[in-house]
């Protein structure tokens, strides 16, 4: 056995709990001290639930002890973003206005990893209610990059992301309505996939952008991603918006990994100009290397793929206007302002929405209420629904010409820290290239592909397939960072500083 | 359109006040400006699409989904109200609702 429990794939530590070898229980502790040890400085992290981890571990090895069958993730930690409610287990979305709430029942996806035996650490930090690409939004403080600590570890889902990034747990669970799972991956260094639309269940995660958001899997390597997506995906009654087919087989595709023969586009919008040069650079490497492996590459055309950010952000803050409506002090979460004289309940939930949310959430909500607004709603929103079409249309067009479109995942590597806190706009250009995806429902994977030269901090590819085709993000992610780790010697995980 | 509506910050306390959000004044030019910044850059929406082009409301076909119409377990009061702010008699309690008289 390895000594650090900490050091395995989620993968090897199923093996090792099902084979007897090391105990679930040991392993929740090995990662339980972990996090002792370095999240004070890491920050990932905003409730660790040690009683109810080490009690599912507990559980898992008195079921292998009487010989019940176990889970492909029994036994194997993970922590969970927390946007997503857990019973009993403070939910907070990295709001005040959520200060203290206990949901009273578990969301889809918590319940699937439970019945799973995957043990549950605690929940990891986030922009509030998921907007930011940093994790300087949210209400608790940031979360610092593993690879360098005055660096942002990526948004909204940076927790998740520096989590696993820094082995306090193997897997994680994020969301993504415009590259929250992705972008925290390509700047960590870890792996993340955003499913088609409506694969896995939204119940019981908190809505920021209905028709956008979508919960996935994080991981270190390909396989350990497809084995948590399997796990938490397919079709969910309690969700209308849930994708009644079966799941493809994204275990089956990672252990493929065999892309001879496949087509694979470089779109050309997403890349170029505004890209950093080492971006550029490992992502050119990545192209040729899956040239080498077989694989037709050309370059495709997108055209109406620069208009996907405008078009996202007065999507994305119409939707949020709506969804965030329902925090308003009267039935869970925050009330101030009830104690001078006899106030309303409009002068009651405009007090207690001023304290309870951030800047950039008053600021997305008043985006949205305006963009919705009488005189603006067509001009606005109708044309964004409309952009909306163009983009789904060339994501149609491109998939009849190739199998998986790959881009950069984005334009930079992780910058400092306060950088672009005052600059909304600049904070928003981060999600350039996984915005289209959101935006037509389509999957998408980011893994990393190595570290650029100027700063030495991870870069990550994107991978994009047709809906319901995850399939493919896993056969060509698992062909490449075999190919790399081939190249490398070893996982790039290893070239982080020790915390 | 052409051109991006200014954004005073009368429209910023007009927006804040629709959102039922108590925003400061001394923040009003600060995210009049903010706002102002970022309708310009996404207003190029309506430059791209003709009036033959579909909106998109959502990635999926899906019209409604319906199930039988069968009790299920649920949340029990206590549960229902257990984030309550403020409870009375099994309710949530709210602050009034109608203006004083």
């Known amino acids: 056995m390895a000594s650090d429990l900490t050091r395995l794939t989620a993968a090897q530590t199923a093996t090792a709990v099902a084979s007897g070898e090391a105990s679930a229980v040991e392993v929740a502790r090995a990662h339980l001290d972990r996090i002792a040890a370095v999240d004070e400085r890491v920050h990932a992290f905003l409730h660790v639930d040690t009683k109810g981890a080490l009690a599912a571990a507990a559980a898992v090895d008195a079921r292998r002890s009487a010989g019940e069958p176990l889970a492909p993730l029994a036994g194997v930690p993970l922590a969970v973003k927390d946007v997503m409610t857990q019973k009993g287990i403070p939910t907070t979305c990295g709001s005040r206005i959520l200060e203290g709430w206990r949901p009273p029942y578990d969301a889809t996806v918590t319940a699937r990893l439970k019945v799973a035996g995957v043990v549950i650490l605690g929940k990891t930090n986030m922009d509030e209610f998921a907007m930011g690409s940093s994790t300087e939004h949210s209400a608790y403080g940031p979360t610092h990059n593993p690879w360098n600590l005055d660096r942002i570890p990526g948004g909204s889902g940076g927790g998740s992301a520096a989590a696993v990034a820094a082995f306090e747990a193997p897997l994680a669970i994020g969301t993504d309505t415009g590259g929250s799972i992705r972008q925290p991956a390509a700047v960590t260094g870890t792996v993340g996939v955003k499913p088609t639309y409506g694969a896995v269940s939204r119940y019981g995660l908190v809505a920021l952008a209905s028709s956008l958001d979508q919960a996935g899997p994080c991981a270190r390597t390909v396989l350990d991603t497809a084995l948590l997506h399997a ?22 595709a990672a252990r493929r990994a065999d892309i001879r023969g496949m087509r694979i586009g470089v779109v050309t919008e997403l890349g170029g100009e505004g890209y950093q040069a080492g971006v550029r650079q490992r992502f050119d490497e990545s192209v040729a290397l899956l040239t080498e492996l077989g694989a037709e590459v050309v370059e495709v055309s997108c055209p109406h793929f620069p208009y996907a950010l405008a078009a996202y952000y007065l999507i994305l803050p119409s939707e949020c206007s709506s969804n965030l409506a329902k925090f308003d002090g009267m039935r869970f979460g925050l009330r101030v302002g009830e104690d001078d004289g006899s106030p309303s309940v409009e002068q009651v939930m405009g007090r207690t929405r001023a304290a309870g949310f951030g800047d950039e959430t008053i600021r997305r909500i008043m985006l949205g209420t305006y963009a919705l607004s009488a005189g603006y709603y067509d001009a606005y929103y109708g044309s964004a629904q409309k952009v909306r ?83 493919r993000l896993y056969n060509v992610g698992a062909a490449l960072e075999a190919a790399l780790l081939d190249r490398w010697g070893r996982p790039i995980l290893e070239e982080a500083p020790s915390l | 359109m052409s051109e991006t509506p200014s954004i005073t910050r009368d429209d910023v306390a007009h927006l804040a006040r629709l959102a039922r959000i108590d925003v400061p004044p001394e923040q009003l030019d600060h995210y009049a400006e903010q706002l102002q910044v970022i309708l310009g ?61």
């Open chain 1, 231 to 252: 796990t938490i995906a397919g079709h969910d009654p309690l969700d209308s918006t849930s994708v009644p087919a079966p799941v493809p087989d994204v275990v089956g």
């Open chain 1, 389 to 471: 079409t163009l983009i789904t249309r060339d994501f149609a067009a491109a998939f009849e010409q190739v199998d998986v479109l790959v881009s950069p995942t984005t334009p930079t590597t992780a910058f400092k820290l306060g950088e672009k806190l005052d600059d909304p706009l600049a904070m928003y250009l981060n999600d350039i290239a996984t915005i289209p995806a959101n935006l037509a429902g389509t999957p998408g994977m980011s893994l990393p592909v190595g570290l650029a030269p100027e700063d030495g901090l991870p870069v990550g590819l994107q991978i994009m397939a047709p809906a319901m085709a995850d399939d």
């Open chain 2, 41 to 101: 850059a996404v207003a190029q929406v309506s430059e791209v699409a003709g009036d033959d082009v579909p909106p998109t409301s959502h990635p999926l076909p899906l019209i409604n989904v319906f199930r039988e119409d069968v009790v299920r377990p649920s949340l029990s009061n206590a549960e229902a109200l257990s984030g309550a702010p403020s409870v009375e008699s099994e309710r949530f309690r709210v602050p009034r609702i109608l203006d004083e008289e």
